[in-house]
């Protein structure tokens, strides 16, 4: 009874062991144990080779939005980028109205734009990042926000 136990509790500890390393081998747990009263038990685990990467999250800022015309675009992220970030202002036609981009490996840009003299009240901002949806800014020309 007592070489049971001990075989059953070789074999919860193998199965945890398991439960928490990502990869195992097909080796990963092997064991023997010997009939006589003295029970020993060799367990060996092969090493677990795992690697924990967080999913790339960014978020855009925009600010202030409604704006007199002058704002500012924050793209952060929760690890460094592997692409430079890119901003672009685009009018309701379409074309590029202001544009500014940063540089590689980092986890936040900024860029502000002036749009007080531009033509139109409604612009988008597009960034390169996957992730991210093209917002909308409304300009109010000559109103205080």
Not at 29 to 49: E, K, L, V
Request: positive net charge; contains cysteine.
């Amino acid at each position: 009874m007592k070489n049971l136990y001990a075989a059953l509790a070789g074999v919860i500890t193998c199965l945890l062991m398991m439960a928490v390393t990502t990869t195992v081998s097909a080796q990963g747990c092997s064991g023997s144990s010997s009939q006589n009263s003295d029970y020993s038990s060799s367990w060996q685990s092969a090493p677990a080779t795992y690697s924990v990467v967080s999913p790339l999250r960014v978020t855009t800022t925009i600010g202030p939005n409604p704006t007199s015309g002058v704002f500012t675009v924050k793209i952060a992220a929760n690890r460094q980028l592997s692409y430079a970030p890119k901003i672009e202002v685009l009018g309701l036609d379409g074309r590029v109205v202001a544009a500014a981009e940063g540089a590689a490996d980092q986890k936040e840009f900024e860029a502000s734009f002036d749009l007080r003299n531009a033509r139109g009240n409604v612009f988008f901002v597009r960034t390169n990042c996957e992730q991210c949806r093209p917002q909308k800014v409304v300009v109010n020309a000559g109103t205080q926000f």
